[in-house]
């Protein structure tokens, strides 16, 4: 589904996940410093760490990918220079991000239940 060789871009200040298209496009542009229609992938995490969503043009729309992870919260990549407002990311390190590779476990009081 992603391309080889698309920018894929990480924010480094979490967002509100309730955002949506036209919110995160302008997060894309105000933090990353790229239209969103530019053909590059924005990578957007909550507050609590614990989901991502991934924004980007597929030449006839903008797509919202949401992921919200079951265990685990997400583990930012270290070693930006301070105030640095994104990082770009490859292919691989973005599959992490969505596999759960790069996660951490959570408090054990902030896990969710199943529901049954």
Same mark, same amino acid.
Do not use: C, H, N, W
């Given at each position: 589904m992603i391309p080889t060789g698309v920018q894929i871009f990480l924010a480094l200040e979490p967002v509100d996940m309730r955002w949506s298209f036209d919110r995160l496009s302008g997060a894309a542009q105000e933090a990353i410093g790229y239209e969103a229609r530019s @053909?590059?992938?924005?990578?957007?995490? @909550?507050?609590r760490k614990d989901a991502?969503?991934?924004?980007?043009?597929? %030449?006839? %729309?903008?797509?919202?990918?949401?992921?919200?992870?079951?265990?685990?919260?997400?583990?930012?990549?270290? @070693? +930006?220079?301070? @105030?640095?407002?994104?990082?770009?990311?490859?292919? +691989?390190?973005?599959?992490?991000?969505?596999?759960?590779?790069?996660?951490?476990?959570?408090?054990?009081?902030?896990r969710r239940r199943p529901v049954h």
């Open positions: @053909g590059a992938l924005f990578v957007f995490y @909550g507050k991502l969503k991934v924004l980007f043009f597929d %030449g006839s %729309g903008m797509v919202i990918f949401y992921k919200r992870f079951d265990r685990g919260v997400v583990t930012l990549p270290t @070693g +930006a220079p301070p @105030g640095t407002k994104q990082i770009e990311l490859d292919d +691989a390190m973005l599959e992490a991000l969505l596999d759960g590779l790069a996660l951490e476990e959570k408090p054990a009081s902030r």
